[in-house]
């Protein structure tokens, strides 16, 4: 897109708190005077294969956590951080994290290089992933962990988590566990929703007509040694941050969930946008029937094509009713239901963020690559009269990956204090410096300055290590802090004599995966903080 075009499309304006998530809204607010004191330039970095996390000049990092490190005396944070979540303390010098584990390196987590895995090797597995809770503090300009807070605490597959519905999931209302545990959000109240995504590769997956499980080529093997239904994984779950409490909400419907984003109506209701992260899968909206709860509402499925949300309710769909026996069953066969009624294959549907400018929906598109679509895009939706319960919209592309971009695949989206928008690439570690990804190396995070002398365009500020995705990025609520997930470093390593990254320690060390903090005067000139 021609950058005139493309600036006028991104949108100026005041910042408006309205719009903002729970950890900016409750800060200072903000106005027209800090945005346009943004003018001086920002000296981006160029694609890298190093195996290092590169940043651009003015920004700095120090690894916060890492995977085995002890968060407390029972609990050590897991592997492949993915989302994070920061919910402030007191002062401005105290917090909890809530980190996603979203997968394992089993070479690195449970020495499993080949062959059968040991119900020993599967335990240490399924006890790396879900999510750590974690209270940090800044001293000296640095934050640490505070290993003594009784909050620290693991979530994960072993973990019994109720459904929060009134019928039985395969006979029961619970699930053991949480897992393949990717992005997610915060809703008004504070708590934090974790979305599983490919719970395909843990328990299989059931054909629906036959009954039969099947097992997907990246299986993890743990079905061998547990028998748990693959209905159980699939859905978004609320977690509490202070007591480590969870349900598992069913009305928000089952597929690979990779986000879920709130956002809070006039009457308190709220709406909840998700996204299925695979080839040709569908856009979700949730709106609440009743204020502060997940439990009822109505499950709708984009329509792109004719800028319309569809009702996912069997009561209002004759072709649900024909084909389902209730409601749970199209929860559970999601996918099928949202085909039925007309959703539009999209792809790869991952984060979703809403402008805290324009009010409007951003969607990041990864790739569709059985369709020639390599590079992926960011998809905008206006809900009709800027209404999120609204079931018309227009849906137009919003930025395109390719080589005259300088981006692929995004992935993971922010915002800061000033309506900047920042995002992660995820190109698979298989096809990173390969074609047609060559150009762009290493996995990079982005920003686009919405004013100022580079208003509109994408700099590169980071390159993450060998094999490594750059995820969940979240800022503090001053905005001198970026919290960002290196995951997987080396994850196509297949000996120890030839591992693939050193990441974090260099030498000969394994890699391991970390949570980064991030600072420095770049965020401050970018926000017009300083």
Same mark, same amino acid.
């Given at each position: 897109?021609?950058? +005139?075009?493309? =600036?006028?499309?991104?949108?100026?304006?005041?910042? &408006?708190?309205?719009?903002? %998530?729970?950890?900016?809204?409750?800060? /200072? +607010?903000?106005? $027209?005077? #800090? =945005?346009?004191? =943004? /003018?001086?330039?920002?000296?981006?970095? $160029?694609?890298? /294969?190093? *195996? *290092?996390?590169?940043?651009?000049?003015?920004? &700095?990092?120090e690894v916060l956590l890492t995977f085995g490190q002890k968060i407390s005396d029972k609990d050590t944070f897991g592997s492949d951080n993915d989302y994070i979540a920061f919910v402030p303390g007191d002062n401005e010098n105290e917090g909890t994290l809530w980190v996603n584990h979203e997968s394992v390196t089993s070479i690195f987590v449970s020495r499993f290089t080949g062959g059968e895995k040991t119900k020993e090797q599967v335990d240490t597995e399924m006890y790396n992933m879900g999510g750590s809770i974690v209270k940090i503090k800044k001293e000296n300009g640095s934050w640490n962990i505070d290993y003594n807070n009784p909050v620290n605490r693991r979530l994960n597959a072993f973990t019994e988590i109720p459904f929060n519905w009134d019928s039985q999931i395969k006979g029961t209302t619970k699930a053991i566990g949480t897992l393949e545990n990717c992005a997610g959000g915060i809703t008004p109240w504070g708590t934090i929703l974790t979305c599983e995504e490919n719970y395909h590769n843990c328990f299989g997956e059931r054909n629906f007509e036959t009954g039969e499980i099947k097992y997907s080529s990246w299986s993890k093997q743990w079905h061998k040694h547990y028998d748990r239904p693959p209905e159980h994984y699939g859905w978004v779950v609320e977690v509490d941050p202070a007591t480590g409490k969870a349900e598992k909400h069913i009305a928000l419907g089952r597929c690979a969930h990779e986000c879920a984003t709130v956002v809070e109506l006039e009457d308190k209701r709220i709406v909840v946008y998700t996204g299925d992260d695979k080839v040709d899968q569908c856009i979700y909206k949730f709106i609440s029937d009743e204020p502060g709860s997940m439990k009822s509402g109505t499950l709708y499925v984009a329509n792109t094509d004719e800028g319309k949300w569809i009702s996912l309710n069997i009561d209002?769909?004759?072709?649900?009713?024909?084909?389902?026996?209730?409601?749970?069953?199209? @929860?559970? +066969?999601? #996918?099928?239901?949202?085909?039925?009624?007309?959703? &539009? %294959?999209?792809? #790869? %549907?991952?984060?979703?963020?809403? *402008? %805290?400018?324009?009010? /409007?929906?951003?969607?990041? @598109?990864t790739n569709n690559k059985p369709k020639n679509d390599y590079f992926g895009e960011i998809l905008k939706i206006e809900e009709k009269d800027g209404k999120y319960d609204s079931l018309e919209f227009t849906a137009s592309t919003f930025l395109t990956g390719g080589e005259e971009m300088g981006f692929a695949c995004p992935d993971n989206l922010a915002f800061d204090k000033a309506g900047n928008l920042y995002f992660t690439c995820d190109i698979s570690s298989s096809s990173m410096n390969k074609p047609p990804y060559e150009s762009f190396k290493n996995n990079g995070f982005f920003v686009v300055p919405r004013t100022g002398p580079q208003e509109g365009q994408v700099i590169q500020i980071a390159s993450g290590p060998v094999d490594s995705e750059l995820t969940g990025p979240f800022f503090t609520p001053d905005g001198k802090t970026l919290f960002l997930s290196v995951q997987h470093p080396g994850d196509r390593t297949k000996s120890y004599d030839a591992m693939t990254s050193h990441w974090p320690d260099g030498g000969n060390a394994e890699p391991r995966p970390s949570v980064v903090a991030i600072s420095g005067p770049l965020l401050d000139q970018l926000q017009g903080l300083s």
């Amino acid at each position: 897109m021609e950058r +005139r075009k493309f =600036i006028e499309f991104l949108g100026k304006g005041v910042v &408006t708190t309205s719009l903002l %998530p729970p950890f900016i809204s409750s800060c /200072n +607010r903000i106005g $027209s005077e #800090r =945005i346009f004191k =943004i /003018n001086s330039m920002t000296k981006g970095i $160029s694609p890298t /294969n190093a *195996d *290092d996390l590169v940043l651009a000049e003015g920004l &700095t990092y120090e690894v916060l956590l890492t995977f085995g490190q002890k968060i407390s005396d029972k609990d050590t944070f897991g592997s492949d951080n993915d989302y994070i979540a920061f919910v402030p303390g007191d002062n401005e010098n105290e917090g909890t994290l809530w980190v996603n584990h979203e997968s394992v390196t089993s070479i690195f987590v449970s020495r499993f290089t080949g062959g059968e895995k040991t119900k020993e090797q599967v335990d240490t597995e399924m006890y790396n992933m879900g999510g750590s809770i974690v209270k940090i503090k800044k001293e000296n300009g640095s934050w640490n962990i505070d290993y003594n807070n009784p909050v620290n605490r693991r979530l994960n597959a072993f973990t019994e988590i109720p459904f929060n519905w009134d019928s039985q999931i395969k006979g029961t209302t619970k699930a053991i566990g949480t897992l393949e545990n990717c992005a997610g959000g915060i809703t008004p109240w504070g708590t934090i929703l974790t979305c599983e995504e490919n719970y395909h590769n843990c328990f299989g997956e059931r054909n629906f007509e036959t009954g039969e499980i099947k097992y997907s080529s990246w299986s993890k093997q743990w079905h061998k040694h547990y028998d748990r239904p693959p209905e159980h994984y699939g859905w978004v779950v609320e977690v509490d941050p202070a007591t480590g409490k969870a349900e598992k909400h069913i009305a928000l419907g089952r597929c690979a969930h990779e986000c879920a984003t709130v956002v809070e109506l006039e009457d308190k209701r709220i709406v909840v946008y998700t996204g299925d992260d695979k080839v040709d899968q569908c856009i979700y909206k949730f709106i609440s029937d009743e204020p502060g709860s997940m439990k009822s509402g109505t499950l709708y499925v984009a329509n792109t094509d004719e800028g319309k949300w569809i009702s996912l309710n069997i009561d209002e769909q004759p072709i649900l009713k024909e084909k389902f026996k209730d409601q749970t069953e199209v @929860l559970i +066969r999601l #996918r099928e239901a949202a085909a039925l009624v007309g959703g &539009t %294959p999209q792809a #790869r %549907p991952e984060d979703i963020e809403i *402008d %805290p400018v324009t009010g /409007n929906v951003l969607v990041a @598109l990864t790739n569709n690559k059985p369709k020639n679509d390599y590079f992926g895009e960011i998809l905008k939706i206006e809900e009709k009269d800027g209404k999120y319960d609204s079931l018309e919209f227009t849906a137009s592309t919003f930025l395109t990956g390719g080589e005259e971009m300088g981006f692929a695949c995004p992935d993971n989206l922010a915002f800061d204090k000033a309506g900047n928008l920042y995002f992660t690439c995820d190109i698979s570690s298989s096809s990173m410096n390969k074609p047609p990804y060559e150009s762009f190396k290493n996995n990079g995070f982005f920003v686009v300055p919405r004013t100022g002398p580079q208003e509109g365009q994408v700099i590169q500020i980071a390159s993450g290590p060998v094999d490594s995705e750059l995820t969940g990025p979240f800022f503090t609520p001053d905005g001198k802090t970026l919290f960002l997930s290196v995951q997987h470093p080396g994850d196509r390593t297949k000996s120890y004599d030839a591992m693939t990254s050193h990441w974090p320690d260099g030498g000969n060390a394994e890699p391991r995966p970390s949570v980064v903090a991030i600072s420095g005067p770049l965020l401050d000139q970018l926000q017009g903080l300083s």
